[in-house]
């Protein structure tokens, strides 16, 4: 009698599935970039982009262990890297003032929710996601009862995560390893 509610799960689940999916090529599609532009890979072209994807996190409001996740690198690399580039140091700073400037603080915003669920899609624990964030995990179970749509969204990054780790045990991919990039001026 009742359907609509099983209906609307799963229009919701269809929804995340979708947008998971295009989390996941959107966090591929600069490397995509730069090799169709520059050929083999650069060190200093990478970086480049990690660092901006640091700074547009910090310019969302995120805390330094998000930053650092949304870069793709260590929360020490990042704490290097601002200790040793002024400019860089001087970027972040300001994207962290332009957050707090304009109440961008929330972690849980678009930003915050789109670290959450690929580091679940990369295998982490849920309250290790949140914590990225700064969001207890109490926090986020509330928001996730009272919003269908995270909980799709939750659910797909973790069965996405789940293919992933049945597919790599099935063919040990080449992309779980190393990979050759090369240095400037080599």
Known sequence: MN???ADQSSQH???ADSVVASIQAATEIDQHLNRALYGAARLSRETALQRADAIRAAALGLPPAACAAAAGISERLLADWCARDPAFSTAMDSAKALAH???SGNAVGAGGLRLVLNAIRGGASLTDATALIDVSMTQFRRMRAKNPKIKAL????SSM???QRSDSTRTRSAHRGYRLVRRDGA
């Open 3 to 5: 359907k609509q509610p």
């Open 13 to 15: 689940q269809a929804w």
């Open 101 to 103: 400037a304009h109440d």
């Open 154 to 157: 939750v659910d797909a990054a």
């Open 161 to 163: 995560q789940r293919r």
